[in-house]
Nanobody, 114 residues
Framework: VQLVESGGGLVQPGGSLRLSCAAS????????MTWHRQAPGKERELVAR????????NYADSVKGRFTISRDNTKKTVYLQMNSLEPEDTAVYYC????????WGQGTQVTVSS
């Protein structure tokens, strides 16, 4: 099982980034997928969740209206489009796959700073 995040980086406040998480080694289309983040000195928190079919989506209140989670089951990839980024969004972003068991990626750093 492997989850590989990409797309992180340094962006100015108000900017955008698109994170990707490529999956392999399991039946991607059967798993719910999430994006979590962890800022320095803080606990890991849920940012967004999408069910296996892409029909049920939930967001943390702090990112509603700014972030969009999506998935492409043919490409075995989940995405997080992040717009109107704020310094408070600075964190390591992790994707996870969930169906009873939970698999995590290694994370990608997002830094929002001028």
């Amino acid at each position: 099982v492997q989850l590989v995040e990409s797309g992180g980086g340094l962006v100015q406040p108000g900017g955008s980034l698109r994170l990707s998480c490529a999956a392999s080694g399991f039946t991607f289309s059967s798993y719910d997928m999430t994006w979590h983040r962890q800022a320095p000195g803080k606990e890991r928190e849920l940012v967004a969740r999408i069910d296996s079919g892409g029909d049920i989506i939930n967001y943390a209140d702090s990112v509603k209206g700014r972030f969009t989670i999506s998935r492409d089951n043919t490409k075995k990839t989940v995405y997080l489009q992040m717009n109107s980024l704020e310094p408070e969004d600075t964190a390591v972003y992790y994707c996870s796959a969930r169906r009873g068991l939970v698999y995590w990626g290694q994370g990608t750093q997002v830094t929002v700073s001028s």
